[in-house]
């Protein structure tokens, strides 16, 4: 069964940092390009990064851009999203998610975690 | 950036009637175009990818339609489960640049 957990959410400080992990199981995440979603509170679903196999190619949500890194390590079959100079609008659940095909890659997601919430307050 | 404009934001319907929701694109997305189900504290669910074709182990009451810049999500006849939050997504190849929709609401009427 596949499956993905996130942890590291919590609250902090506008400018402040948080790592984000997921942990994947039931599928051979290697495999698989991977993603993160968000959701602000009341707000629809935002798209953050994608990661390729081997970590070789990311993009970003431009907002995120030089703030945000999303990195992999296929070893310990987890993702990451390191968050720096956090602001008040990034507050959400953020989602990990699965690409929807093998070794290619889709854009659509077809497993996603349960979310892992992020508070941007003082 | 391509904008995505669901409609209605919120559909009343009553178990058994048929559900139709739109996706409309700022530009054409030509068939790059995916539905999701989504409930409160749950994950999102896939459901229809390439603008029509079912997911893996998704229902057939559900089916998508549409290309270009005007989608349509039907489920036929509405089940209690069905009752959620629908998002239509889209992407585009290179760079990715995926965006969501603002979601249309099933409730129970």
């Known amino acids: 069964e596949v499956q993905l957990v996130e942890s590291g959410g919590g609250l902090v400080q506008p400018g402040g940092s948080l790592r984000l992990s997921c942990a994947a199981s039931?599928?051979?995440?290697?495999?698989?390009?991977m993603s993160w979603v968000r959701q602000a509170p009341g707000k629809g679903l935002e798209w953050v990064a994608y990661?390729?196999?081997?970590?070789?190619?990311?993009y970003y949500l431009d907002s995120v851009k030089g703030r945000f890194t999303i990195s992999r390590d296929n070893a310990e079959h987890s993702l990451y999203l390191q968050m720096n100079s956090l602001r008040a609008e990034d507050t959400a659940v953020y989602y990990c998610?699965?690409?929807?095909?093998?070794?290619?890659?889709?854009?659509?997601?077809?497993?996603w975690g349960q979310g892992t919430l992020v508070t941007v307050s003082s | 950036e391509i904008v995505l404009t669901q409609s209605p934001a919120t559909l009343s319907l009553s178990p058994g009637e048929r559900a139709t929701l739109s996706c409309r694109a700022s530009?054409?997305?030509?068939?790059?175009l995916a539905w999701y189900q989504h409930k409160p504290g749950q994950a999102p669910r896939l459901l229809i990818y390439?603008?029509?074709n079912r997911a893996t182990g998704i229902p057939a009451r559900f089916s998508g339609s549409g290309s270009g810049t005007d989608f349509t999500l039907t489920i036929s006849s509405l089940e209690p489960e069905d009752f959620a939050v629908y998002y239509c997504?889209?992407?585009?190849?290179?760079?990715?640049?995926?965006?969501f929709g603002g979601g249309t609401r099933v409730d129970i009427k």
């Open positions: 998610a699965r690409d929807f095909t093998m070794i290619a890659v889709a854009y659509y997601f077809d497993y």
């Open positions: 039931g599928f051979t995440f290697s495999s698989y390009w």
């Open positions: 990661i390729k196999q081997d970590g070789s190619e990311k």
């Open positions: 530009q054409s997305v030509s068939s790059y």
């Open positions: 390439d603008a029509s």
């Open positions: 997504q889209q992407r585009i190849n290179w760079p990715p640049m995926l965006t």
